[in-house]
């Protein structure tokens, strides 16, 4: 990774959620969609089993290559037992997602970031009161 530039992706911690904003639409070129994926890879290593929050507010177009990057991303993701969300998607986005039919593997929104970190923490709430009634049985 080249430290004489600017990062893609700017992260930070709100709660249990990590936020990563994709800082500019020059992701796209293809020279640096590689460290797109690269910075999000190493900061999802550093912090296993986290709630990631990418924001795309920025950013108003994504190659194929940039959907593959973002597909590596969320099997690291899995592997380390986090979650993956992408918010502030635009309509357009959006639609390649849908055509793809990547939108059955992300979740995806179009709202704003502070919209999506409340629907994102009310999820890890009503995962973990799951895991409670499962884990209490029958009869307990």
């Given at each position: 990774?080249?430290?004489?530039?600017?990062?893609?992706?700017?992260?930070?911690?709100?709660?249990?959620i990590?936020?990563?904003?994709?800082?500019?639409?020059?992701?796209?070129?293809s020279?640096?969609?590689?460290?797109?994926?690269?910075?999000?890879?190493?900061?999802?290593?550093?912090?296993?089993?986290?709630?990631l929050?990418?924001?795309?507010?920025?950013?108003?177009?994504l190659?194929?290559?940039?959907?593959?990057?973002?597909?590596?991303?969320?099997?690291?993701?899995?592997?380390?037992?986090?979650?993956?969300?992408?918010?502030?998607?635009?309509?357009?986005?959006?639609?390649?997602?849908?055509?793809?039919?990547?939108?059955?593997?992300?979740?995806?929104?179009?709202?704003?970031?502070?919209?999506?970190?409340?629907?994102?923490?009310?999820?890890?709430?009503?995962?973990?009161?799951?895991?409670?009634?499962?884990?209490?049985?029958?009869?307990?």
């Open positions: 990774m080249n430290n004489d530039r600017e990062p893609l992706v700017i992260f930070n911690q709100q709660d249990r990590h936020i990563g904003t994709v800082c500019a639409s020059s992701v796209l070129k020279i640096n969609i590689a460290e797109f994926g690269n910075e999000i890879l190493e900061y999802v290593k550093a912090h296993p089993a986290l709630n929050l990418l924001n795309f507010e920025s950013v108003d177009y190659s194929s290559a940039v959907l593959t990057e973002l597909l590596r991303i969320n099997q690291v993701v899995d592997q380390t037992r986090g979650r993956l969300r992408l918010c502030a998607i635009s309509p357009t986005i959006k639609e390649i997602f849908e055509i793809t039919r990547l939108d059955s593997v992300f979740s995806i929104h179009g709202e704003s970031l502070a919209l999506d970190i409340r629907r994102f923490e009310r999820a890890i709430e009503i995962e973990a009161e799951e895991a409670q009634w499962k884990n209490a049985g029958p009869g307990r």
